[in-house]
């Protein structure tokens, strides 16, 4: 197998609570294996390389989401060719709600968002805050949430997971986060891939998949990391 192109979206401005160790996580994962892995950050006015195999964004405060957001929306016509594609993409807190439809605030306003995921967000007076965990197909998935956006999932997606301690997506049907095809949306930060090793490793292989290569990838350690998790779990909200 050869090295992975990994694209890292506004990696300065949407990096709150260690989003950008996701990813070191995949290329610490990567490197242990003795594969190698370019790293792309782009920035507002960047191109987005046409050779990408994962794109990460994380989360930011709301004012910088508002810096970037008409930069990421111009993205919008090439993110979705890149979903269809079957890029892996891995979308955190604020590049979760931008890879929505749009974000209405809670005074009426519409931000638009690119269309990648079939997902819509609505602001609240709520915040949803805490340490998080949900169960998914690739197993437990640890972070911690801080958002006051509801999400809402429409049918063009799945939940990601299903939040057992935290709440999710709106607080209300116990969806956490969004998938379609290979396009991940979370509100998990943490970094979410430190403390959820497997679905790492998850994201790799469909990476891999994607470009025709062999997909199996030898097995790591992931003792620390899933005793990570554990405290992570038994922490109060």
Not at 75 to 82: D, E, F, Q, V
Request: hydrophobic content about 40%; aromatic content about 6%; glycine content about 14%.
């Amino acid at each position: 197998m050869t090295g992975l192109t990994l694209v890292h979206l506004y990696p300065r401005e949407m990096n709150i609570y260690g989003d950008t160790g996701n990813m070191l996580v995949l290329r610490k994962r990567l490197a242990w294996r003795g594969l190698d892995a370019t790293v792309v950050p782009v920035s507002v006015g960047d191109p987005l390389p046409a050779d990408a195999d994962i794109l990460l964004g994380g989360g930011g405060q709301d004012a910088t989401q508002g810096d970037i957001g008409a930069d990421f929306v111009s993205r919008a016509a090439t993110l979705r060719a890149m979903a269809d594609d079957g890029v892996v993409m891995l979308g955190i807190c604020g590049t979760y709600q931008l890879f929505g439809h749009e974000f209405l605030t809670k005074d009426g306003r519409r931000i638009a968002g690119t269309g990648v995921l079939d997902v819509t967000t609505t602001g609240s007076d709520t915040r949803l805050i805490g340490n998080n965990h949900v169960e998914s197909p690739w197993g437990r998935l640890v972070g911690f949430e801080n958002h006051s956006g509801l999400t809402r999932l429409g049918s063009g997606v799945q939940p990601l997971g299903r939040t057992l301690s935290g709440r999710g997506n709106n607080g209300e049907d116990a969806t956490e986060g969004a998938v379609r095809a290979n396009v991940f949306g979370t509100y998990l930060h943490g970094p979410v891939l430190a403390k959820s090793p497997g679905f790492a490793d998850e994201l790799l292989r469909r990476a891999f998949a994607r470009r025709g290569d062999p997909v199996e990838l030898a097995p790591l350690d992931d003792s620390l990391a899933l005793a990570a998790a554990e405290v992570a779990v038994g922490r109060p909200r």
